[in-house]
């Protein structure tokens, strides 16, 4: 989650290289968002692992 919003995490050899957030508004998507901004992303500590429900 990123801004309370769902969001990807996306790894290039093991380092952060950005982060997708989607933005929904009733149950649709209404943005997608990719920050790769060394300086904004420095404060992503931890993902969490997806799993099937």
């Known amino acids: 989650m990123v801004n309370g919003n769902p969001a990807l995490l996306v790894r ?3 380092e952060i290289d950005g982060v997708m957030a989607i933005r929904v ?3 649709r998507i209404t943005g997608l ?3 790769r901004n060394p300086e904004k992303l ?3 500590a931890s993902a969490t692992p997806l799993t099937l429900r």
């Open 12 to 14: 290039l050899d093991g």
């Open 42 to 44: 420095s404060h992503v």
């Open 25 to 27: 508004e009733d149950a």
């Open 33 to 35: 968002y990719y920050v």
